[in-house]
């Protein structure tokens, strides 16, 4: 079974504009997080999709924002980008409540300049 | 409010010896708790969880262990190897809800 696939792997833009990160599931998992890590603050939580549906939400702007589409497969986008959302956004995909295991992907390394 | 901590940052294990990572918890719904290592420049990887009804899993050299009545959980690598050198996430869940992370333990594994 293929693993999480996100792309891109690097991504440099500038402040003010906006970007587009996506997350492959693995296959038959139909739950996908996405997760912030900078140094110091651990693994937070932007959000929880399953079934194409909002399930969770952390406690970020609304300048985060996400979707799932029929296929599981899931974007996030952040407008007006901050310096401070330098970070890497790693998306994770789970079985469903009958496993609550979260599998990673490599992450997306978002460099805001 | 942090709702897992892993209040040590760093922890220096010889290689052979057991390495014991600690973590606490404050929300009593959590039933379901997961550890997590984590390399440079990856995702972090899966490597073991526990579910509220037991108080030990084992899997390998990994072992977790829950303390409810203390809201702590521990997990010991034995013996440790130099690969294990890596960050390790605690993590709780509430059923359907999401997966809280603490901010990690730095484990160097000492020739």
């Known amino acids: 079974k293929a693993g999480v696939t996100q792309t891109p792997r690097y991504l440099i833009k500038t402040r003010g504009q906006q970007v587009t990160l996506s997350c492959s599931p693995i296959s038959g998992h139909r739950s996908v997080s996405w997760y912030q890590q900078t140094p110091g603050q651990g693994l937070q939580f932007l959000f929880e999709?399953?079934?194409?549906?909002?399930?969770n939400k952390g406690n970020f702007p609304g300048r985060f924002s996400g979707r799932q589409f029929s296929n599981s497969r899931s974007e996030m986008n952040v407008s007006t980008l901050e310096l401070g959302d330098s970070a890497l956004y790693l998306c994770a995909s789970s079985p469903g409540a009958a496993d609550p295991r979260a599998f990673f992907g490599q992450g997306t390394r978002l460099t805001v300049v | 409010d942090q709702q897992v901590k892993q209040n040590s940052p760093s922890l220096s294990v010889q290689e052979g010896r057991i390495s014991i990572l600690n973590c606490d918890y404050t929300?009593?719904?959590?039933?379901?708790f997961l550890w997590y290592k984590k390399y440079p420049a990856e995702g972090p990887t899966f490597l073991i969880s526990?579910?509220?009804?037991?108080d030990k899993n084992e899997d390998g050299r990994f072992t977790v262990f829950l303390n409810k009545s203390a809201k702590h959980l521990s997990l010991h690598i034995v013996p440790s190897q130099p690969g294990d050198s890596a960050v390790y996430f605690c993590a709780a869940s509430a059923r359907d809800d999401k997966i809280i992370f603490g901010k990690g333990t730095r484990l160097h594994i000492l020739p």
């Open positions: 999709y399953f079934s194409e549906t909002q399930r």
């Open positions: 526990i579910s509220s009804i037991k």
């Open positions: 929300n009593s719904m959590f039933d379901y």
